[in-house]
C-alpha cells in the first residue's frame, strides 16, 4: 500500500519516530534471536540486547518528523519501490560499530542481491530528497543490529564482549525474497522500542 498511513498518528504538529525499512524472513529472525541467546550468555554485561522481532534492514532512519509529513514519506516509498524490482539476500556474518576495539553496536550482515539493495536504498534517498527531507550523509552499510554496548562499559569488558562475537557463528539460512518496504514507526517505552508498519510499498514487478 501507497496511501495514508494505517497506523493512528494523531494531531498534524505531532512528532513521530520513523524510518524505512525491509523485513527479514522468520527463518532469519529465529537464526538471529538464537545468536543473541548465544551471545549474551558469552558476553560481559553492559550490551542492550534488541529483541528480535523488532529487528529490521533500515533503509533510512528519519527520527522524529511532523505526523502531517508521514503522507510524504509514504509517497517517497512508493516511488522508490515503483522503480525497482524484488531481489534476495541472507544472513552473513557478524560485526561490529565502529571497529574490534571499541565496539559500540553488535550486527549481523547480509550478503546476495546487494547492487539491488543498494539501489532501492538510493532510490529511496533520492524520493525523500524530493519531498524536501535532507540525504544522509553517511554511507549506506546493510545491517541488522543485534546489541549495542552502553557507555558506561570499560574497555577490558569491550575486548571480551568483541572476542564474544567473534567467538560465535551465526547459523546458515535460507535467503528471502524482498518484495516490499514499510514506513515504521519507533515508539519508544521503559520497556524498549514498540514498532508498528505505518504502511508498506510493492517494488515493481520483474519486467515492469
Known sequence: MTGRATDPIGRPDEQVRVFLAILISPQARQALENCIE?????APDGVRWVDSQGIHLTLRFLGNIPAASVDDVLAAQGAAAAACPPFSVRL???????????????????TGELDALGRLQQEVESQLERASFPRDKR???????????????????????????????????GPWLVEESHLIRSTLTPQGAV??????????????
Open 139 to 173: 554511507p549506506f552499510a546493510p545491517h541488522l543490529t543485534l546489541g549495542r554496548v552502553r557507555g558506561r562499559v570499560s574497555d577490558r569488558d569491550r575486548t571480551k564482549i568483541a572476542g564474544a562475537v567473534s567467538s560465535v557463528t551465526l547459523e546458515e539460512t
Open 195 to 208: 514498532y508498528m508498519s505505518m504502511g508498506s510499498a510493492s517494488l515493481a514487478p520483474p519486467g515492469r
Open 92 to 110: 552473513s556474518g557478524l560485526g561490529m560499530f565502529p571497529n574490534r576495539g571499541k565496539p559500540r553496536v553488535l550486527w549481523a550482515g547480509v
Open 38 to 42: 548465544r551471545l549474551s550468555g558469552l
